[in-house]
């Protein structure tokens, strides 16, 4: 058994300590598990959680520039992880929809799935087969082109690509928040959601990129405008062109498969 009280490394690390906490991994002095010292990992854990993420949800609602900009300038404590704020928003997303009933392609696609005609119907059961099969990767991949177009329009800035992807994913993390709770709430219905979070995914980040920057606001505006038009755009011609390859191998499968099934059939004929 570990000899606590006459410790002079880290216990996680190996590390010689010289003070309380570890100068290479950050852990804290180990001390043996007492009742008192599980209340306090309890107590620490539920403040480390709530603080920093109510901190993070109540300011990107009121001020979603200034909370990008504090995190880029190194105001990083009092803050969520902007990556762990992505993934939990669409974690519990998919938990609100499957807790519902509702279907994450009927509030994404429902433009398309409503259509009265057949071949958009398609389409947009095959985009919503993709968005839910893929719906984590794309939504960091959505960030990363918005953080590429935001390089390029503000490349003056200073500001590096990584950089401008905490720009990026923020906005469009707190918007799944957004949704999570229209869906746990059940206060609209889905048509109505999905239209409304589209409607905030354009309005909101370019607001957030307009008050991230303190320079002139009329041109920042313009240019937050341009960078949310052309990221839509390439956004909607890559999704559009994923859609028909993917419906161009379905339909090459299911062609392959018919054909197959006649030969098949020709063969049998033949034996007769």
């Given at each position: ?107 994404t696609v429902s433009a398309f799935i409503s259509s009265t005609s057949p071949e958009t119907q398609h389409f947009g059961e095959v985009l919503s087969k993709i968005i839910e099969g893929s719906m984590l990767f794309l939504t960091f991949i959505y960030a990363a082109i918005f953080a590429l177009l935001l390089r390029v329009f503000f490349r003056k800035e200073g500001i590096k690509f990584t950089e401008f992807y905490v720009l990026a994913i923020l906005p469009s993390a707190h918007l799944t928040w957004f949704s999570s709770i229209l869906v746990a709430t059940s ?86």
């Open positions: 058994m570990v000899n606590f009280d006459e410790q002079t490394n880290c216990l996680n690390c190996g590390t010689k300590l010289t003070t309380r906490f570890c100068g290479e991994c950050g852990q804290e002095k180990a001390r043996r598990i007492t009742f008192k010292e599980l209340f306090k990992t309890a107590q620490r854990a539920i403040l480390e959680f709530e603080s920093p993420f109510l901190k993070t949800f109540i300011t990107m609602t009121t001020s979603p520039g200034r909370v990008c900009r504090d995190y880029i300038e190194g105001k990083r404590a009092s803050y969520f992880n902007p990556i762990k704020y992505a993934f939990w928003s669409l974690t519990f997303f998919i938990f609100f929809t499957a807790l519902t009933g509702q279907s994450v392609s009927e509030l206060l609209l219905d889905a048509k109505t959601i999905g239209y409304t979070s589209l409607c905030l995914s354009i309005v909101f980040p370019i607001y957030t990129y307009t008050t991230f920057f303190n320079k002139n606001k009329i041109k920042v505006f313009f240019k937050s405008c341009a960078v949310m038009l052309l990221g839509l755009l390439i956004v909607g011609y890559l999704g559009a062109l994923h859609t028909y390859i993917h419906i161009g191998y379905e339909d090459a499968v299911k062609q392959h498969k018919l054909e197959q099934a006649e030969s098949e059939k020709q063969v049998e004929t033949n034996k007769l």
